[in-house]
Structure formats: structure tokens, C-alpha cells
């Protein structure tokens, strides 16, 4: 398990970068250190003479103002992501410390931090006890001065991710990345389709969970290529962001011959499902969504009142519906050349992710105009996008659920009803075969770029 995590650390660029920097910064300052000259050039100065000691002395408190600085500034975060954790959604955290404008100022401290420790060892072992200009000061400076200079123009930015445009901003771009990114490359160039079916006997062996966790990703490549090399036929029924303890059944796999599997092909299966501790927005459409809809129902709680900020988040969830609506949902099916199921995976239906996305507003807006009324394009977009039935069933569903929470809660006469029932009732012809306009064709023909 440490094994696995620290390989998971080492796999992502941020990672690799703080190390890389730091040994250079390790080299650079022994280089330095061990630049000895009786006259500076111009651009060093003469004003940084001083012995080894000195010297040392010098790039030791420059290292400790870096060290205490960089602490406070780390310790001024914590409220950022605290409040943001409050007010809007506890499952923001890991967003906010994947994306905080703090990372980016984090490799030049690596950098200067390990030039400021090499080149004070460095200087500890050279026999000299001279006092003459030395460049190993001047190039500290310069370190340390950049990587505050980064520092500072990157609090500055931080206080952007106190305004709610841009927290729903980023969790739609997580969505996009596991939608687009990640969904589409791993469906890219396989043999699917929706229509075929794996029937599985009742001798079929059950797939266990290798381990503890959620079930962040399934490589279904990984998967067909394994079941096609030892035979077999696989089906995965739980759907991605779904809990598992270690051992629980997620699938089922029968052997092309007949008769039981064994458990190293079991394995080898279960090895293609990713599990984790904790569910991530990069690959996982359905937690995205339930961030959206967490602020939306923070908005809508007696607390805050806020049904703008609510509408602001319903506008997010109906922009990614259309980008889920131009997916393969449903179950995937590998099939072989022959048309056969080799692999089939359960996944999330557009439907699940419509009621995903407006149960929790409908119930905490009840009545409210505005939720309604965005609730009711995310109806429309959902009615004209969708390719399946059953889909557009639930859209329509959705309108009239609409419709009956507007006449139930709110008054005729009242200006902002009038306006939500007349957009109703042109949806409702919309999904009728009436006439679109410009913009519903649009709508039902969009497509990511």
C-alpha cells in the first residue's frame, strides 16, 4: 500500500517538478559556494565581501525568513479553505489544495531553499578564511527575493477563490477533465456497443473488491485485454463512485468453457478497477455534480438565503449536463469481432445525473422562482440533448414536477410565477414537436468543442 501511494505521488508532474528543482538547487549552490574571487564583476557588488562564516551566517537567516514567511503564508490559507469547506461544500477541500494559486509559488522555494542549505554545508568544508566578494550571497538573494516575489503575486490571486464564480468554475473544469479527458480517451477506439448483452450462468464466479475504498476508475481496456487473455467474460456492475469493502462482490466472471475461474485470473481482473480512499472529481462526473448541487443547497438553507448563488450553481450542473449528454451512457459493452459481450460495465445514465442534479434544490427551493425556473432549462436542455427515451421520459417528468410546484406554491398574480409558467408552457410544446427557435435547435444540436 505505501509502495502503491508513493508511486501515485511520484507519477504526478507536480511532484516531480519540487524534486527536480530542489537537487538543482542542491547544485547550484555547491557551484557557488565554490566560486572564490578576490574582484566582482559589476552585477555582484562589492558590497557582499565576508568571510565563510559570514557568510554562512547570512544565507542561514535568509533561510529563515524564507522558512517563517512560507509558514504564515501557509497558515493564512487555512482560513480560505476553511471557509470555502463552510459555506459552500467540505468535498471543495481537495480541490482547492490541487488548485490553489500557493503550488505555484511552491517550486522557486524549493529551489532557493536548497540552494540556501547546499551552499551553507558548502561552505563549511572550503579552507578559507578570506574576506572577499562572494557570489553564493548575491545569487541567494536573487533566489530568495523571486521566490517571495511569487509569493506575494500568488496571495493576491487566492483571494479569487473566495468569490463563488470562480469555486463553480473550477469544479465544472474537473468535470470537464473526467468527462472529456478521461471518460472519452479511455472509451477511444474500443469495440462498444450498447445493444449487446452478457448473460452470465448461475455457476458464474464472483469478482471481489481487492480492496477497501471507492471505485474511482475501471480501465475498461485493461479489463477487455485481460478477460480476451485468460478467457473469460466479465461484468462489472457497480457504478464509479460507488463504496466497497475489501472482498464485496463488484462483478461476476464466467470462464469461455464453462467451469470455475481461478483466482489468479481474478485478480488480474481486479486489478484493471482503481480504488481509493476517497472519491476524486477528476474521474468521477457524479461527485462534481453533488459539489454543485451542495452549494446550491447551502444557498437555498434558511442560513444563507441566497437563491442567486443557487441559481449561479444550477446553471453550472445544466452546462455540464449538455457536456454529459454527448457521451456513451448507459453500459459499456466491449464486444468482440464475432459481436459477442467480452466486457460489460455499468454506467451512470444521464437520468441518474438529472436527478442528481435538481432533487436536492427542488426539495430546498420549494417554491422559489428562480430555482424553478433554472431547474426548468436544465429540463429543457436534458429533453432536447438526450438520445435515449428513457432519458427525455425524465426530463419531461421533470416538467411537470415543475410545473406542479409552481401552481402549488406560488401566487398568480405574482409577476416572477407568470413568467416561469409561460416558460413552462413553451418547453412544454417544445418537447411536444412545437416550434423551436434558433436557440433550442442549437441546444439540441451542441457539442463540445
Not at 240 to 269: F, H, S
Not at 347 to 353: I, K, N, S, V
Amino acid at each position: 500500500m505505501l509502495i502503491r501511494r508513493l508511486g501515485k505521488h511520484l507519477r504526478e508532474p507536480y511532484w516531480l517538478l519540487l524534486l527536480g528543482l530542489l537537487a538543482l538547487g542542491l547544485v547550484m549552490g555547491v557551484w557557488f559556494a565554490r566560486q572564490q574571487t578576490e574582484t566582482a564583476p559589476g552585477y555582484f557588488g562589492l558590497a557582499w565581501k565576508g568571510d565563510p562564516s559570514e557568510t554562512r551566517s547570512a544565507l542561514t537567516t535568509l533561510f529563515g525568513m524564507q522558512f517563517t514567511v512560507l509558514t504564515l503564508v501557509l497558515s493564512l490559507n487555512a482560513p480560505v479553505i476553511q471557509s470555502a469547506a463552510n459555506q459552500y461544500s467540505p468535498r471543495l477541500v481537495p480541490i482547492y489544495l490541487k488548485k490553489a494559486p500557493l503550488r505555484r509559488a511552491m517550486p522557486l522555494f524549493a529551489l532557493s531553499m536548497g540552494y540556501l542549505i547546499a551552499a551553507t554545508r558548502e561552505l563549511g568544508l572550503i579552507a578559507d578564511t578570506g574576506v572577499r566578494p562572494r557570489p553564493v550571497l548575491s545569487g541567494a538573494f536573487v533566489l530568495v527575493f523571486g521566490a517571495l516575489f511569487a509569493l506575494v503575486f500568488c496571495m493576491i490571486r487566492t483571494f479569487r477563490f473566495m468569490r463563488v464564480e470562480r469555486v463553480l468554475g473550477l469544479v465544472q473544469e474537473l468535470i470537464v477533465s473526467a468527462t472529456e479527458r478521461r471518460i472519452r480517451a479511455r472509451l477511444r477506439r474500443l469495440p462498444l456497443d450498447p445493444a449487446a448483452t452478457l448473460v452470465l450462468p448461475a455457476d458464474a464466479t464472483a469478482l471481489g473488491a481487492p480492496e477497501s475504498g471507492y471505485l474511482a476508475e475501471i480501465d475498461l481496456r485493461r479489463l477487455a485485454l485481460r478477460a480476451r487473455k485468460w478467457g473469460v467474460r466479465a461484468r462489472v456492475y457497480l457504478t464509479v463512485g460507488e463504496y466497497v469493502d475489501k472482498g464485496e462482490v463488484v462483478g461476476w466472471v464466467v470462464a469461455d468453457g464453462g467451469g470455475p475461474v481461478d483466482d489468479r485470473t481474478l485478480r488480474a481482473l481486479a486489478a484493471a478497477l482503481r480504488i481509493t480512499a476517497a472519491r476524486d472529481p477528476g474521474c468521477d462526473p457524479a461527485l462534481g455534480i453533488r459539489i454543485l448541487v451542495d452549494v446550491a443547497n447551502r444557498a437555498l438553507s434558511s442560513s444563507a438565503n441566497d437563491p442567486y448563488t443557487a441559481r449561479q450553481a444550477l446553471q453550472q450542473v445544466r452546462s455540464v449536463m449538455r457536456r454529459l449528454a454527448c457521451l456513451p451512457l448507459g453500459d459499456w459493452n466491449v464486444v468482440d469481432p464475432d459481436g459477442s459481450a467480452r466486457v460489460s460495465v455499468v454506467a451512470t445514465r444521464l437520468r441518474d445525473f438529472l436527478f442528481l442534479a435538481v432533487d436536492g434544490p427542488l426539495h430546498y427551493g420549494m417554491g422559489n422562482p428562480e430555482v424553478l425556473e433554472e431547474v426548468l432549462q436544465i429540463a429543457l436542455v436534458v429533453g432536447l440533448a438526450a438520445r435515449d427515451e428513457e432519458d427525455r421520459a425524465a426530463a419531461h417528468a421533470l416538467l411537470a414536477r415543475v410545473l406542479a410546484d409552481a401552481r402549488a406554491h406560488g401566487a398568480p398574480e405574482r409577476e416572477c410565477f407568470r413568467r416561469l409558467l409561460t416558460e413552462a408552457e413553451r418547453v412544454s410544446a417544445i418537447f411536444q414537436g412545437g416550434r423551436r427557435t434558433t436557440v433550442e435547435r442549437t441546444r439540441a444540436h451542441w457539442r463540445p468543442d
